[in-house]
């Protein structure tokens, strides 16, 4: 049995710790590090998982041999700062691991880009296409042949009919439901608990059932 991967993950909180539980379920990977913005978490743990400090510690850990990453910063509706880690981390040499918890169902023909991760009890169908840096979260259901971008959060519990397609960067929220063919824009973001039955355009915004555009400045108090 090969020695598990050393993995460095960026973000110290809540996502940090869904996933870290996840990739311990997972096996074969060893998070070695987390390295967190926040200065006041130096010298923190979280789950036993030290907290090294900033990202200036990555030099450091990549001469040390630990060349694999994964993004735990989760994003409730701007998903452009991952976005802009994963770029950066990328162009420092690191690879992004996929981590898919053990109670997740990714169909054999579905396939999963660089750094994506699959939580408890989500579903990913047959010919569904994800892009890189996604987040599939706890129970969330992304059914056949949908093609999601890069960079996309679909939060728990958000149905994804079948033949839906999402475009970078979007917010699908949590328990929101899409109609089968619908397209999502690039940065759009949809609203926790939305019933999408049309496009949803790049850059909108939408809420409630059926779901309908709202101003992102003023919100909508679900997202
Ligand atoms: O709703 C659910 C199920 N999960 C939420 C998740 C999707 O998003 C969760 O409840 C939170 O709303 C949120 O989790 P997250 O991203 O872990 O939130 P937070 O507790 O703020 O932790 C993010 C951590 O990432 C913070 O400690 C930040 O300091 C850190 N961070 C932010 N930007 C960064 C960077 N760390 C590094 N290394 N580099 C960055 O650029």
Redesign the pocket.
């Known amino acids: 049995m090969s020695a598990p991967i050393p993995v460095v993950m960026?973000?110290?909180?809540?996502?940090?710790?869904?996933l870290l539980d996840a990739v311990r379920l997972q096996g074969g990977y060893d998070i070695k590090a987390?390295?967190?913005?926040?200065p006041a978490?130096r010298g923190e743990q979280l789950d036993g998982v030290p907290i090294v400090g900033?990202?200036e510690e990555l030099p450091r850990l990549l001469r040390e041999g630990t060349r694999h990453a994964v993004v735990?910063?989760?994003?409730?509706s701007n998903n452009s700062?991952r976005a802009?880690?994963f770029a950066?981390i990328k162009a420092m040499g690191f690879t992004f691991v996929n981590v898919v918890h053990p109670s997740a169902v990714v169909s054999p023909s579905a396939r999963l880009g660089e750094g994506t991760v699959v939580?408890a009890g989500a579903i990913v169908g047959p010919g569904t296409v994800v892009g890189a840096n996604v987040?599939i979260?706890?129970r969330a259901s992304v059914d056949h042949d949908c093609s999601i971008g890069d960079h996309v959060?679909i939060?728990?519990g958000a149905v994804l009919s079948g033949s839906v397609s999402v475009s970078d960067m979007a917010f699908i929220g949590?328990g929101a439901t899409i109609k089968q063919g619908t397209r999502i824009g690039r940065s759009a973001l949809v609203a926790l608990g939305a019933a999408v039955i049309r496009d949803v355009p790049d850059g909108a915004a939408v809420a409630g059932v059926p779901a309908k555009a709202f101003d992102k400045k003023k919100g909508s108090g679900l997202a």
């Open positions: 960026f973000g110290g909180g809540g996502h940090g710790r869904v987390i390295v967190d913005a926040q978490l900033g990202d735990a910063i989760g994003s409730v700062q802009e880690l950066r939580l987040i979260n706890s959060h939060a728990p949590a």
